[in-house]
């Protein structure tokens, strides 16, 4: 069944504005990547994280092994931040990613 | 900087036909993995592999095979390509046990 449960699906920001993406995880994963699918399509690595906080920027991202779940906070969006943002995570005792279904970001001036 | 490559970064194939998607890496990562993304779906892991003359099957692999020639090289063979394998292909690399994977630009592949 599906592992990673991605939300929102989409999610629409004024500029200068700020939101949450988060994922939950059904197994334990060993580790976890965000990615920016940008407007040509490339998959650009945001975040990998085994546990903990990073920040990057106006980006920040947590991942909490014990409950299962992570989050991406956008804050003071920009236009260049809109694409679609994906999860994704390495269950234990597995090989290669499992990833959301994705969350459209449109931020709007 | 991690670097890998995809070729085609498009390909129009027909029907029946044999399709040949080729990644290279210059990371020395021991894994490298092959995804197709569909809408609705997400990315889906294809093959992957430990290293030069392995390759695995992922969640997907029905209609592909993988062949791992070299460290650096990773390919994708669609034998008999149908229409149903219309996707964008990505390949990745990463040294395994749950490491950073980073990924190509991506194939777009059309099977008409």
């Known amino acids: 069944g599906d592992q990673v449960e991605q939300s929102p699906s989409a999610l629409s920001l004024h500029e200068g504005t700020g939101s949450a993406l988060r994922c939950n995880f059904t197994?334990?994963?060993?580790?976890v990547q965000w990615f920016q699918q940008n407007s040509r399509g490339s998959l650009i690595n945001l975040f990998y994280l085994a546990s903990g906080t990073k920040e990057n920027g106006r980006l920040k991202s947590t991942f909490n092994s014990k409950e299962s779940y992570s989050t991406l906070h956008i804050r003071d969006a920009q236009l260049e931040d809109s694409g679609t943002y994906f999860c994704?995570?390495?269950?234990?005792?597995?090989?290669?990613?499992?990833f959301g279904l994705g969350t459209r970001v449109s931020v709007f001036p | 900087e991690a670097a890998v490559t995809q070729s085609p970064r498009n390909k129009v194939a027909v029907t029946g036909g044999k399709v040949t998607l080729s990644c290279n890496q210059t990371n020395n990562h021991n894994n490298m993995y092959w995804y197709r993304q569909d809408t609705g779906h997400g990315l889906r892991l294809i093959h992957y592999s430990y290293g030069a003359g392995s390759t695995e099957k992922g969640d997907i692999p029905d209609g592909y095979k993988a062949s791992r020639p070299s460290q650096e090289n990773f390919s994708l063979i669609l034998e008999l390509a149908t229409p149903s394998q219309t996707s964008v292909y990505f390949c990745a690399s990463g040294t395994g046990g749950g490491a950073e994977q980073f990924f190509g630009p991506g194939t777009r592949l059309t099977v008409l």
């Open positions: 197994t334990t994963m060993r580790a």
């Open positions: 994704a995570a390495e269950a234990r005792y597995a090989q290669g990613l499992t």
